[in-house]
């Protein structure tokens, strides 16, 4: 498992009766998750005194209960600063999860720099959401391309950048639909050295487009070996869907990426330690590509 076992501003204390109970710097939140289906005692005093707790309904969706929570606020990475909100459904604007990755993807970007100086890594960042990825991968020295459908994103990924002292690094910021992007640049001839898909199990466009991961991911995965370098340095795959596991991250990514290019996939699902019972929280998966010249 691809654990996130670095952090010092975040930690899940308990999990229990499908909930989290989550440090989140100075605040504490409870929120559902799906993965949580044991009733176990919940022990830790901060059950009875969140800061906030997201209450699921039967009926779908669900809303936030404040008792002592800022509008925003914002917790450290390593160098990375990420502004915090509760918002929509049960989220905060952050998968701290993903911590794992990044600290992947920043070896192999800080590795390939120093065996080339001033070589320009360019990196792909598709379905980016909020930017942790961007700004993990700019930090390191790379260039990014930051695509994502919804501007609210991509401005509150902006202002991630900002916090991190990273407003001039050589990131793109666009609005755009991950697919035809792609297509574009396909024309284009355009080409990255990396790539970085967080694609959701559904969503639209912004001009309507209807996205369901089963049914796309696959062709967007063909699509994309048309702007990779000849030479890639990673391509990295996260999946939150049930259907979408490890075994099927690896299948497609060897099918696509080694079948081409050569080099290797790992495949596993990731995690957060729970600090409470010394267990770990699964968070979904992610599939590694790696080149034939970056093991």
């Not at 039967?58 to 160098?79: A, H």
């Not at 911590?99 to 120093?114: M, P, Q, Y």
């Not at 909020?130 to 991968?137: C, D, E, F, Q, Y």
């Not at 063909?222 to 391509?235: C, G, M, N, S």
Request: net charge negative; proline share 6%; aromatic share 12%.
């Amino acid at each position: 498992m691809y654990l996130a076992s670095n952090w010092q501003d975040y930690e899940v204390l308990d999990t229990s009766g499908g909930e989290k109970l989550e440090r989140w710097g100075d605040y504490v939140l409870i929120r559902p998750d799906p993965q949580v289906i044991w009733d176990t005692p919940k022990l830790h005093p901060m059950w009875k005194h969140p800061n906030a707790h997201y209450h699921r309904s039967n009926k779908g969706g669900g809303e936030w209960e404040f008792f002592d929570l800022p509008d925003e606020w914002s917790i450290r990475y390593n160098d990375l600063t990420f502004c915090l909100k509760p918002f929509a459904f049960k989220h905060t604007g952050l998968f701290p999860e993903q911590a794992a990755n990044w600290d992947w993807f920043s070896t192999i970007i800080k590795e390939a720099i120093a065996k080339e100086p001033g070589r320009t890594i360019n990196v792909l960042n598709l379905f980016a959401y909020t930017g942790g990825a961007t700004i993990a991968a700019a930090a390191a020295g790379a260039k990014v391309t930051h695509v994502d459908a919804a501007k609210g994103m991509v401005g509150w990924a902006k202002e991630n950048a900002r916090a991190s002292a990273l407003e001039d690094a050589p990131v793109r910021w666009l609005v755009d639909d991950c697919v035809r992007f792609v297509e574009r640049e396909m024309r284009r001839g355009s080409r990255y050295d990396a790539i970085i898909m967080d694609p959701p199990s559904y969503g639209r466009g912004p001009k309507g487009e209807i996205w369901k991961l089963e049914d796309c991911i696959f062709p967007l995965l063909e699509k994309t070996t048309q702007i990779l370098a000849d030479r890639p340095l990673f391509v990295l795959l996260n999946s939150y869907t049930t259907g979408l596991q490890p075994a099927v991250l690896s299948y497609m990514m060897n099918t696509v990426y080694v079948s081409r290019f050569g080099g290797t996939v790992i495949a596993d699902e990731v995690g957060l330690p729970v600090k409470g019972t010394n267990l770990v929280l699964p968070c979904g998966a992610s599939g590694r590509y790696t080149g034939g010249d970056n093991k």
